[in-house]
């Protein structure tokens, strides 16, 4: 329900430093519908404000909504502020506190005497006011210094959003630079992209091209040098890139053609502003050269870390197997005892080596030989992973409380920082990361930057699987630096060395496939056929495991579009996994429809509601009347409304990136040569290693050979393993 609300802001429940606020605002007038309900009432609102105070009265412009925790809110849009008319409202507003040195008396007193004109005397002609008996030179000067504080204040709002930005973004740069807001737009509106998060390259430089810059402004090719770096690092996953690259993109990012010159003196000018680094031919945003350097720097140092002692290692580690019922083979020996004596440790494995069984081992083993107790390790160890579909099951495994590394560090979204950084340090004495191989260089440095350098790190992950959507491959190249102690685990034990599941993995890890076995045995089935009938032979193992949970069942596809798609696929699927019931109410988002009983993915972290990227849950009910879908993920409930519908899809079918730090009984595989550019080895080794018990691949043995074959998307270009060698500092 659109409209206004006008009255007076009474408190702030909630603010940040970007103007944020969550408050309650006394309602006297408004259009809104059953407008008697709200008149004379306060309400709870939301929305960005330059400056609220309890004096002046404001109109407040947007719409109910129905929060999924706290209720009804008022979420505000844009606002204005109500000038003071009456003589009473403006005696109030000069006595309110704003104004030092005028109490209620000298407000009566300068009200009575200049009238309706009070507040433009006051703005233009402030000489005036020493005329009225008892009003000082400097009551007089505070009053219109404060006055143009005041209103310019507000102008300058008015003018950005003049300019095409939002009310919120208005506001969050105003209460970035507040007197100075104007300057900065006039010498660089560029310079907002560095220092603020909400700005992007694309919405400044719609906004700058609006307001008439020249299209050839070397602060706009330096902020686009910029975008363009971020854009292909993000894209490709590398560290750095060379000039040329960078300048085959102004083009199509500026819309014009500019002169070598021109780009080079940019360039320079950026190495000098330490926006970009240059190292040989290499160009480093300086953000990614930094990350780098911070994790090459500090496994330097643990390598001159000395053992630890413990004489009775292997005797402990016999009471471990007698413990958890297990023969561990030597090389898990190996990782067992390693983690306890050595301060630094990559474990690496491929499926069915028993990553998690050795996790299970090296925090019994800790918690043996510290004679800690629970209390203890939640305190002194953190169990930390990528996702948090990989978080929960490394502490299901385990018994020990998991994270996510961006909950540990206190990841803020507002402004992408995290609390726990080089300043404010990590308390903890372990840490132990899990499928380490999906870390981005940033988030890794990040992390160091958190912790201790006498914190004891283990690191645990399959180098072969998909590298970081983020830039960089941080588990590839400490590993491959060959300077840093690794225990390679290599003996199957998951399933046995009887897998046929566990053989076409490490046929695609060894470049190479078998044909012959397929088929042979229950695990593993191969379903030749074309890519039209991919589909249909999709539906009629989904109809056969119909009844099997949905953590159990998992259709998992390269791409999005196309028959065979994960969105034409979750289309089909729907009808026989959830079909249509006069019982289960419905709802269409957008083009799709959802279901109570629906089964549905995650697609952001909501980390106020315990809710991460991966996560799969059930729809539980849908309400029509407020629009909202409550979300079961494992016993919590997380509601809905239509502001955050798009965070959550369909999920019988998924892509392979999303199923990564998951595991499945059974998996299914569309693979067809339409498939083409998402066909690559590390892709297709991922998606086969996310089950456990029974795999389908269906489609076209040729593109399977094709993926296999295909290694030009695991090549990053970085320079975190030549830091390592060439012990860089």
């Not at 040098?225 to 590398?238: K, W």
């Amino acid at each position: 329900m659109k409209g206004y609300i006008k009255g007076q802001f009474r408190k702030s429940i909630f603010s940040t430093d970007n103007g944020y606020i969550i408050g309650i605002f006394k309602v006297i007038d408004t259009d809104l519908e059953d407008a008697e309900i709200y008149i004379n009432r306060t309400i709870t609102f939301t929305g960005y404000f330059h400056e609220l105070n309890e004096i002046d009265t404001y109109r407040l412009f947007g719409s109910l909504v129905e929060h999924p925790k706290y209720g009804e809110q008022f979420q505000v849009d844009n606002y204005e502020r109500c000038i003071p008319e009456t003589k009473d409202s403006m005696v109030e507003f000069l006595s309110s506190g704003l104004f030092k040195g005028i109490g209620e008396a000298k407000a009566k007193k300068i009200v009575s005497t200049l009238g309706k004109d009070t507040f433009n005397v006051i703005l233009n002609n402030p000489s005036n006011l020493v005329l009225i008996p008892t009003i000082t030179e400097k009551n007089a000067k505070s009053l219109h210094d404060k006055l143009v504080e005041y209103e310019s204040s507000y102008e300058t709002i008015i003018y950005l959003s003049k300019l095409g930005f939002s009310t919120k973004d208005s506001m969050i740069i105003y209460n970035k630079y507040k007197a100075n807001t104007l300057e900065v737009i006039d010498n660089n509106i560029y310079a907002l992209i560095d220092d603020i998060y909400e700005m992007t390259f694309k919405k400044i430089d719609l906004i700058a091209i609006k307001s008439n810059i020249d299209k050839d402004n070397s602060n706009r090719i330096k902020a686009s040098i910029i975008y363009i770096m971020n854009e292909l690092s993000n894209t490709y996953g590398h560290s750095y890139f060379y000039k040329e690259e960078i300048y085959s993109y102004i083009f199509r990012v500026l819309g014009i053609n500019i002169s070598e010159d021109l780009y080079n003196k940019c360039l320079e000018s950026l190495e000098i502003d330490l926006k970009i680094i240059r190292k040989d031919d290499k160009y480093y945003l300086f953000n990614m050269y930094e990350s780098e350097k911070i994790i090459s720097e500090r496994f330097l140092l643990l390598t001159h870390e000395k053992d630890k002692r413990c004489s009775d290692i292997d005797e402990r580690v016999s009471i471990l197997e007698d413990h958890f019922g297990i023969k561990y083979n030597e090389l898990q020996k190996e990782a067992i005892k390693k983690s306890y004596l050595k301060q630094f440790l990559i474990i690496t494995g491929g499926p069915g080596t028993g990553k998690t069984t050795i996790i299970k081992a090296i925090l019994e083993l800790y918690r043996n030989i510290n004679n800690y107790s629970n209390r203890d390790m939640i305190e002194k160890v953190a169990l930390l992973a990528p996702t948090g579909r990989a978080a929960k099951r490394m502490s299901e495994a385990t018994l020990h409380p998991g994270s996510t590394i961006h909950r540990f560090l206190k990841w803020n979204k507002e402004n992408d920082t995290f609390q726990i950084n080089e300043y404010n340090k990590s308390n903890v004495e372990f840490v132990l990361i899990d499928e380490a191989s999906m870390i981005d260089s940033y988030l890794f440095s990040n992390l160091l930057k958190g912790l201790s350098i006498h914190t004891k790190i283990i690191i645990v992950g399959d180098y072969n699987q998909l590298p970081s959507v983020g830039p960089g491959q941080v588990l590839s190249d400490l590993i491959n630096s060959n300077i840093l102690e690794v225990v390679y685990l290599k003996e199957l034990y998951r399933q046995g060395y009887d897998s046929n599941i566990l053989s076409l993995a490490y046929d695609i890890h060894n470049d190479s496939l078998n044909k012959s076995i397929f088929n042979v045995s229950e695990d593993l089935t191969f379903i030749e056929c074309n890519s039209d009938e991919v589909i249909n032979n999709i539906e009629d193992i989904a109809s056969t495991y119909k009844d099997l949970s949905y953590k159990d069942f998992q259709i998992l596809a390269p791409m999005y579009k196309t028959i065979n798609g994960i969105d034409n696929i979750n289309n089909r699927l729907q009808e026989i996994f959830n079909k249509k019931n006069s019982s289960k109410k419905e709802l269409l988002v957008g083009e799709i429809i959802y279901r109570e009983g629906d089964k549905v993915i995650q697609l952001n972290n909501m980390p106020d509601d315990n809710v991460y990227n991966g996560d799969i849950g059930i729809i539980k009910k849908i309400s029509i009347k407020p629009k909202e879908i409550h979300i079961d993920f494992d016993g919590n409930i997380v509601k809905y409304t239509p502001s955050n519908f798009n965070k959550f899809k369909l999920a019988y079918a998924i892509s392979i990136h999303k199923s990564q730090g998951s595991e499945f009984d059974v998996v299914v595989i569309p693979i067809v040569s339409n498939f083409r550019k998402m066909l690559y080895k590390k892709l297709i080794y991922t998606g086969v290693t996310r089950s456990k018990k029974k795999l389908y691949l269906i489609g076209e043995y040729s593109a399977l050979q094709i993926a296999v074959k295909n290694t030009s998307n695991d090549i990053r270009r970085t320079t975190l393993k030549d830091f390592l060698i060439n012990r860089i500092k």
